[in-house]
């Protein structure tokens, strides 16, 4: 993981870089690389809180090494971002809690503070060790919500996340592929352990005054 700082806005603004290189498969919701595909990078880019570019893709295509990637972003500090490790996966998480929201709103709810473009305010990437078939990927994305979900809960946050928190999964593009990733799974649970432990020790640190 890299972390380097850009001036963008008028404001001094961090980004991570993981360099996986060729060899990987990785399953995102993130707006750039997004789906399942071979990816040999992933990016969370801090971008101001009202941020209202057009244009998000190309922005983080911009910021990134070249070739085939994921780029995240986030109103969050991602200099704060969060690691922890369970039995070989690693879990990365930028947390962000400015506006936490439940996923089932009453139809018509709007949350405040949120740009014309949302963007991310948890963003966990997940590296597993074992290839995945792609029932298993989405299974695994599953579990992280679920993880995610549970930390914020017993951290006394009022919501599951946020309205537009993104994940990526990366595990090799080689080798036996497991086909389940729920949280009762032996690699299910591993990510789910790592997933909370990340997002556990973000949520809280994070005070009123952080960014996102």
Known sequence: MKLTYRTEDGARLGTLLWEFG??????????????????AWVLNAQVVAGYARMDPAE???????????????TAASVDRCVRADDG??????????R??????????????????IRVGTIN???????AM????????????????TQALVETGYSGTGTAS????????????????????SEWGARVARAVHAAVRSGAESWRPGDSA
């Open 165 to 184: 928190d993104a994940v990526c999964v990366a595990v090799p593009a080689e080798g036996p592929r497991e086909v389940f990733g729920g949280p009762r």
């Open 22 to 39: 060729p060899g990987w498969r990785m399953i995102s919701s993130a707006m750039l690389g997004g789906g399942i595909g071979p990816r």
């Open 88 to 97: 070989g996966v690693e879990a990365y998480a930028t947390v962000g809690l």
């Open 59 to 73: 922005h983080l295509a911009s910021l990134g090494p070249g070739g085939d990637g994921v780029g995240m972003m």
């Open 124 to 130: 966990i990437l997940v590296v597993a060790p074992v």
């Open 99 to 116: 506006v936490p929201t439940w996923a089932a709103a009453p139809d018509g709810h709007a949350d405040p503070e949120l740009a014309p």
């Open 133 to 148: 078939t792609d029932a298993a990927l989405v299974n695994t994305v599953m579990t992280v919500t679920e993880a995610k």
